[in-house]
């Protein structure tokens, strides 16, 4: 018998409470509050950091940044190298492994090729959502780091939060990978990453801004409210008329939702009011394990594409916020339920029965275990499964993991794994 789709861990567990860190690229925003206490996450200066691992892994995004674009195969896919190398190093992989990674993530990318024209700082605006561009942004944002005395953190603050509607407002686009590639850049405390995460937001701007430029969209009422996120879902599962509207899962069914069925999509958005964001937030990394473990019905089914960027991009959230100025951490969450709920029905609103991972047996299984398996696997050359991994980890030592939940859903899913479904 499944459970029904609801909060499972323990609501009294105790939230982190450590004030907001002072950051000199946010100083005009130092007299802000913080909306949602949290620690900063772990970050690692590769810099300076040593052992052979961490240099190799240095030179390989250097490397990377200097040879490869940071999008490919007719600008429709995205370069996961310093995501996949990041995540792989963070998990243990030593110096050969990483280098086998960029060697094997290489053969998929192309190499940068000149823009139509430069951006200058008149003109950057006009060109955001223009792919052919990309070279241009990131030659504009480099150029940029000398008049901000090559403090990265700086420019990320000029060009993603400054402005009537800021660009970070589409940070989520493109299945949120400048979200992701963002957050690995303050992980690793990355200037070449951070310009490359500066150039995907630029590039992969699209029309999703608006709900969140526009107050109209996000003020408006909704026919029911919910504190839970979990029961927003379960409303969107059963909500008729949703029934039949799509007859495969896929990519291309999210265009066509925001083209034809916004309000009903927008009802669900902002039914889900955050009156407590660290414990809201908290659940939402929850949900977001349950979605991508939880739908996985047998060994047989390939795991859902998209709701491991549900998690992934959980992940990336949980990094940025206590880096962000702090009016831009519920936003930040708000695009990011944008994007679940959008998925959730692009992908025909599976059952998420949580059973499936609270009865799973560890039998002796740890982090130790997962680690391994991230790296040694066959698919330890996948950023996706890699990145998943590591992800659901960081949300066990955000949050802490009494009853083995997120440890549960990673051994589940490291064991299970043999591919990506989700799309015809």
Known sequence: MTEPISATTDSSLKMLSISLPSLKSFIPFSREKAVISLAPAKTHNIESSPGKPARTLKHLLKLNHANHAILYNNLKFHNHAPHLLSAAFLQGADADHLTRIYETESTLLDEWVDSPAEVTNEDWRDHLGRREYQKAFVDYYEDELVRFDYDWKEVINEYLFSGENPVFNSIIADLGHPLIHLAYAYEMSSREVAMEALGLASVCYNDHHKYLDDPLYSQTESSYTATSIFEVLEKVRSDKQLDGIFAVPGHDNINQLFHSHEAVL???????????PTEQFRESQELAAALLVATHKNHDEKYDFFFVHVVTTSHAVRVLLPMIPPKFQIPLIRQ???????????????????????????????????AVKAIKSDHGTDSHYVKAIKSLGDMASTWGDQDSFYLKAAVKYAEEFNGWGGFV
């Open 266 to 276: 927008l009802n669900h958005w902002n039914a889900w009011k955050i009156e407590n």
């Open 336 to 370: 990011w339920w944008l994007m679940v709920v959008s998925f959730y029905i692009a992908q025909l609103r599976p059952e998420v029965p949580l059973d499936r991972i609270h009865e799973f047996e560890l039998q002796g299984r740890d982090w130790a275990w997962t």
